[in-house]
């Protein structure tokens, strides 16, 4: 590869062919069907608050607040490697056509949010504001010519300065979309055209700061690992992922959960699963993420059977996600020395997974105690979480 154009489209259609491996995976057919409950569910709710919302309520401020701060968070994909600050030295004077392919596409793939934000926020603005279309839909057009600085300016920051003291250029950036979009809303459209314009000539100042040092690809490089690690993580909630890893930390306040396990010979598997599940990051905050998501959608989703189902495929997810977790581990473990049946240990993680259900139906119904009908929360986590242990590969 003696350009970077080929650097950058083989890299790229690696990059496209790994997310694609995990994303087949993520989005199956009971993921899609409890996103059309849970979008169903909030755009009923949204509506029906639109009906009542109050003609004084600051929706310039909450629209910009939440796109300037979503907008400010624009961290490039640059598809860097390890390897690549030694074999791409050759190419650096070709970098910069590297770099402009990889802005572009990290504009494309971040932009998505910002704007399902904007056009979720429309019947807002229409119900409270007296903006015409061409006013809203000009705050639409600056929310994207927004992002797109956004992201030129923090990728020239991070060159320039090697990512030191990001979060000072982020808060900064922050407010001024805030204060931009909030303008363009305020129907004062000359103030926010005049703060775009600094932010315009922020990043425009950045990027000539920038290129006249060498490029920081330990920085570019940590990045990209970090931002991969971080889909391995979420890809590893819905199938494995061989080549993650997971981090293990003691969590000292949940020492007294061990004491409750009766110190006997049968119970030697389910201590070391207990434990396991505690100090495990990826198992543990697994199961306390989809938890917290069923006391969220319980409170909030207003509509009984939504909440059943959304609630039944999170307790489907959680106990089917650690099951193979706990019992496919391949590493050293300490009972491999003792004669202990191999079958206790299966049993073991089908007893730890049948007291995490418990406790999870238990706080989930206690969340759901003001909606119709809570007790059948209760019933149908108990119900799904046992079929799932009775049901899925030992």
Do not use: C
Not at 360 to 366: G, L
Request: net charge positive; no cysteine.
């Amino acid at each position: 590869m003696k350009h970077v154009n080929d650097v950058w489209a083989k890299r790229f259609a690696a990059y496209m062919n790994e997310t694609q491996k995990y994303m087949r995976f993520i989005f199956t057919g009971h993921i899609a069907l409890v996103l059309v409950f849970v979008i169903g569910a909030l755009g009923y709710q949204y509506s029906e608050w639109l009906a009542v919302v109050p003609n004084d309520f600051p929706v310039d401020w909450v629209v910009a607040a939440v796109i300037g701060i979503v907008v400010a968070f624009s961290a490039p994909a640059t598809l860097l490697k390890a390897p690549d600050q030694v074999y791409l030295l050759p190419l650096e004077t070709e970098m910069r056509n590297y770099f402009k392919k990889a802005l572009n596409w990290t504009f494309a793939s971040q932009v998505i949010v910002p704007i399902i934000l904007y056009i979720i926020a429309i019947p807002l603005i229409n119900t409270v504001t007296d903006l015409d279309s061409l006013q809203i839909w000009f705050g639409f057009l600056i929310t994207i010519v927004m992002k797109y600085f956004h992201v030129q300016a923090e990728f020239h920051y991070r060159f320039a300065n090697r990512g030191r003291f990001i979060w000072i250029d982020r808060l900064a950036r922050m407010i001024m979309s805030v204060l931009i979009l909030q303008s363009i809303l305020g129907d004062e459209l000359w103030v926010g055209s005049l703060m775009l314009l600094i932010l315009v000539m922020y990043s425009s100042s950045l990027s000539k700061k920038a290129y006249v040092q060498p490029i920081p690809y330990e920085h570019f490089i940590v990045l990209e690992e970090n931002r991969m690690m971080s889909f391995y993580r979420f890809a590893n909630y819905f199938t494995d992922v061989p080549h993650l890893k997971g981090t293990v930390k003691r969590r000292g306040y949940l020492n007294f959960v061990y004491g409750l396990i009766q110190y006997k010979k049968a119970n030697t598997q389910l201590y070391l699963v207990t434990r396991t599940f505690i100090r495990v990051s990826d198992n543990y905050f697994l199961w306390i993420r989809l938890t917290v998501i069923s006391v969220v959608v319980a409170l909030f989703a207003g509509i009984p059977v939504v909440i059943w189902v959304v609630v039944a495929a999170l307790s489907f997810a959680s106990t089917l996600q650690l099951k193979q977790a706990l019992l496919a581990s391949h590493d050293f473990r300490m009972d491999m020395l003792y004669p202990v049946p191999e079958k206790q240990r299966v049993q073991a993680v089908e007893k730890l997974l049948r007291m995490l259900y418990m406790l999870q139906a238990v706080v989930v119904t206690i969340a759901s105690i003001s909606q119709p009908y809570f007790y059948v929360v209760f019933v149908v986590i108990i119900a799904v979480g046992e079929l799932t242990i009775m049901l899925s590969k030992k």
